[in-house]
């Protein structure tokens, strides 16, 4: 699969794998961003990307950022439809008790494509019994 992106930034990196076969593209932070414990913000990629139709794209947290100073995305997954062309943004959280910086070209999420189906709803008056059944949150115990 190829995918086309477009820099918005002359600097931006482009989605990188960590190693071959990873899941998830790297996207790195276009500007500087400083996170204030419990602060969040819109960091900017500097990329637009053209997610073809029947894909989408999840942005993920990176789990190092998460194990080391608490840091997520607020959305997490954050949705690219395959409509979209702007700038692709990570809104970014710190759960940490420290500031947390994080200057242009430092990682800051990862990108996963994934199919999407071509659903249709049906709308009928009794759905198929299952083990669950309608047990929500909680339902399986501790």
Same mark, same amino acid.
């Given at each position: ?5 477009? +820099?918005? #930034? ?21 500007? +500087?961003?400083?996170?204030?414990? *419990?602060? +969040? ?5 500097? @990329?637009?990307?053209? @997610?073809?139709?029947?894909?989408? =794209? ?8 998460? +194990?080391? #100073? ?15 062309? =702007? ?9 940490? #008790? ?9 990682? @800051? ?31 399986? *115990?501790?």
């Amino acid at each position: 699969m190829q995918i086309s992106f477009r +820099r918005l #930034h002359p600097e931006a990196p482009v989605p990188s794998q960590a190693h071959p076969g990873d899941a998830g593209w790297d996207l790195a932070s276009a500007v +500087r961003v400083h996170l204030q414990p *419990g602060e +969040r913000a819109a960091v900017p990629t500097g @990329i637009a990307v053209a @997610i073809p139709p029947g894909y989408a =794209g999840w942005v993920l947290p990176r789990s190092g950022h998460a +194990r080391r #100073h608490g840091v997520g995305v607020v959305n997490a997954p954050g949705l690219i439809d395959s409509g979209y062309r =702007g700038e692709i943004e990570v809104l970014l959280v710190n759960h940490g #008790h420290e500031p947390v910086t994080f200057e242009p070209g430092d990682r @800051i999420a990862q990108l996963v494509v994934v199919p999407v189906p071509d659903v249709t709803w049906v709308e009928t008056d009794q759905l198929d019994d299952t083990a669950r059944g309608a047990g929500g949150f909680g339902s399986s *115990g501790r």
